[in-house]
């Protein structure tokens, strides 16, 4: 996967102890791909007409503008904390959460964020407004959730689309910068009747659908495996809804991977109630990368 040169690994922070957890993942994400990181809190107080400042007769250090100072200071020092060799800054920037970071992550080469916080980034993860970051960003979106671990897979989802080629290469990627195998995931249904009281036509044969469920499989991976020999890769073809199959894959994943407007069963990843099982179960860091057209 081919990222702008120079582009920053990005984090969002809101003072959360989850952003700050995100801070942490973050800095070893820049450190790992020897890229700078760059703290951002969207300060959305501006647009609402708030006063910024301290109140008259208070301390001169309170105040909203002051506090979400703190907050940038605060996780920019916790990333120097996790490694000197980062290259860390911290910005406030004016603006709601979801367009800050959908300019900042179109010179990005990474978007971090936390599963949970206290507002401003934290939102991301409620209803629609995940779905349309990840949908819209520039470059790849990380979620933070569940513990950060060394060992286990990199697992993305598949879906036979030409669509889905952009995530399979960055967990390719992943794979092998991180010394790891990658397990790639197919999930299918075997056809239901359209209508109640309906049956299936006799021609359908289980055997057959597997067998053709199997080469889509196969034929997704062939070229990035051509591309990364180092790379081990367990393909894994199941019966099932790709939520729930997704979602028990990522228990034993250091990193789960999914694409955003992919077609089939995958692709409704990141629409609806799909989406929000992974993003609010999956039991790994969940990495979402958008189709580039």
């Known amino acids: 996967m081919t990222i702008r040169s120079g582009a920053p690994v990005v984090v969002g922070v809101d003072g959360s102890d989850s952003a700050l957890h995100a801070v942490r993942v973050a800095t070893r994400e820049a450190e790992a791909r020897r890229r700078p990181l760059r703290v951002v809190h969207a300060f959305i107080w501006p647009l609402l007409g708030t006063p910024l400042g301290p109140a008259p007769g208070g301390p001169p250090d309170a105040g909203l503008r002051n506090y979400a100072e703190q907050v940038v200071a605060d996780a920019v020092a916790e990333a120097r904390k996790v490694s000197t ?5 911290g910005e406030l920037v004016d603006g709601s959460p979801v367009p800050v970071l ?16 206290l507002g401003g980034f934290g939102e991301l993860l409620v209803g629609s407004a995940a779905i349309g970051v990840s949908a819209r960003a520039d470059c790849p979106v ?11 897979p990199v ?3 598949v879906d036979g689309s030409a669509l889905s080629d952009e995530a399979i290469g960055f967990a ?3 794979a092998a910068r991180r010394d790891t195998d990658l397990m790639v995931v197919h999930a299918w249904l075997f056809p239901t009747p359209a209508a109640p009281g309906a049956v299936l036509p006799l021609a359908y044969d289980l055997d057959a659908i597997a067998e ?3 080469r889509v499989l196969a034929e997704s991976v062939a070229g990035w495996s051509q591309r990364y020999p ?4 367990h393909r894994r073809l199941v019966r099932g809804t790709p939520a729930r199959v997704l979602v028990e894959a990522s228990r034993t994943a250091q990193l789960t991977v999914v ?11 990141l629409l609806g109630s799909v989406s929000h099982a992974v993003l609010h179960h999956a039991a790994s860091p969940l990495a979402i990368v958008r189709h580039h057209r």
Do not use: I, K, P
Not at 102 to 117: F, I, K, N, T
Not at 259 to 269: E, P
């Open 212 to 214: 053709e469920e199997e």
């Open 259 to 269: 694409g955003a407007h992919g077609r089939g069963a995958w692709g409704g990843l």
């Open 155 to 157: 697992v993305v989802g």
């Open 102 to 117: 959908l300019r900042e992550s179109r010179d990005a080469a990474l978007v971090v964020l936390g599963s949970r916080g």
């Open 85 to 89: 060799e980062v290259d860390v800054t």
């Open 230 to 233: 180092e790379v081990t890769v």
């Open 142 to 152: 990380l979620v933070v959730r569940g513990e950060a671990r060394a060992d286990g």
């Open 172 to 174: 390719f990627e992943e």
